[in-house]
């Protein structure tokens, strides 16, 4: 016989089964692809993002996802010993809620229930296996999607079912080198600024008035972040509210992580406007060390503020941290929500997340 408190946990469980029977969101996710790879440049996937609930769905591009064929870190590969490559590809700064706002024409794949889309990713791109060698590799989709939603104009997160397993045999080649990376370039220095300014590349005028200006902000935020941290070897709210809870050596870690950044110095930097336009992402780097140095600037960083949150002097900051010599971020986490909840979560995490870095720096609204 049910007791009268399972009878109504019952009836609640009805109520609940009835209305989400009336709008399901449901994303599926299959990943197919070359089974042996001759070569890293022949490991190659493709991303099958269907939809299997019964509401159209606005899912935003996230550069992060398999939506985007941009070589981010969409995958979790290992083998069955867990050895995993390295990753070598893009770290992007981007905002979900930025890009929907904006409503820009590709900022989102609009799925209609039963609809698939389908994208090709060559890992070669964001992979190198050299250390973990040739083996049988497991790869696994990130399955986190934003969806943004037309009547309320909110993004929400919706987590993809994965169906199926996908694993290549690699042998062969196991890295390839296929990104030529400028050095800075002196034909393209600033000629009417000091010598020892930043340098452009495919960057007009007004887009080197705004990043001498964003290296200003930038310059100040690291050096402002350093000061702060050095003077505050104890819990404050500001360090609390983005790192987490405070302790000695993770103090350390992120007073290091600004010394870097000050000491490597927002000018020494090239600074590239004219390879990505993509609207809802503000910048990205490459992480391996040929690339040291280069800041690629898109579509969000020219709409952004000069100072305050998400501000183009931020990003620089935000940037700056993903090189792998000043602090080696990843980007855990995008956004102020995202990283406040990071903070209470995951200390250690949050310590290594790019936004982190950057809200801490700009400090706004201020804490103390
Ligand atoms: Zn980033």
């Keep these: 016989m049910l007791s009268s408190t399972k009878l109504h946990s019952f009836a609640s469980a009805l109520i609940i089964y009835a209305l989400s029977a009336s709008a399901t969101q449901e994303l599926t996710l299959k990943l197919t692809g070359t089974e042996i790879a001759d070569g890293v440049d022949n490991l190659k996937v493709v991303a099958s993002l269907s939809n299997t609930g019964d509401e159209t769905l606005q899912v935003l591009n996230d550069p992060r996802s398999i939506l985007s064929s941009h ?17 070598n590809g893009m770290k992007v700064k981007y905002s979900p809620s930025f890009a929907a706002r904006k409503n820009y024409t590709n900022a989102f794949t609009t799925l209609t229930p039963g609809q698939s889309v389908e994208v090709e990713h060559d890992l070669s791109n964001a992979y190198n296996f050299t250390q973990s060698g040739a083996s049988r590799y497991n790869i696994i989709p990130a399955s986190t999607f934003y969806i943004y939603d037309l009547q309320t104009q909110e993004v929400s997160k919706l987590k993809a079912k994965i169906q199926g397993e996908h694993s290549s045999k690699l042998h062969g080649r196991l890295a390839v080198s296929r990104r030529s990376f400028a050095k800075r370039c002196d034909d393209d220095h600033d000629d009417d600024e000091e010598p020892t300014g930043p340098a452009f590349q495919k960057c007009n ?24 941290l050095t003077d505050h070897t104890n819990a404050t709210d500001r360090y609390e509210t983005w790192f987490g809870e405070y302790n000695k050596t993770r103090h350390r870690t992120v007073t290091k992580h600004y010394a870097n950044l000050v000491e490597q110095g927002y000018k020494n930097y090239t600074y590239d406007c004219g390879t990505c336009d993509d609207n809802g992402t503000f910048a990205y780097v490459y992480t391996e060390p040929d690339a040291f140095g280069t800041i690629y600037l898109c579509g969000a960083f020219w709409r952004a503020n000069a100072t305050g ?16 010599k000043l602090a080696g971020t990843a980007d855990h986490v995008y956004g102020q929500s995202g990283a406040k909840d990071l903070a209470k979560e995951d200390p250690d995490e949050a310590i290594t997340n790019a936004d982190t870095h950057e809200y801490f720096a700009e400090n706004h609204p201020a804490l103390d």
Excluded: W
Aim: proline share 4%; glycine share 6%; charged share 20%.
């Design 71 to 87: 070589p981010t870190n969409s995958f979790s590969i290992s083998d069955a010993d867990g050895a995993a490559p390295s990753f």
């Design 309 to 324: 949150t998400d501000s183009r002097g931020g990003t620089l900051v935000h940037e700056s941290t993903h090189f792998t």
């Design 205 to 228: 005028h007004k887009q080197r008035r705004q990043i001498r200006r964003a290296v200003q902000v930038a310059t100040k935020y690291a050096h402002n972040a350093h000061d702060y």
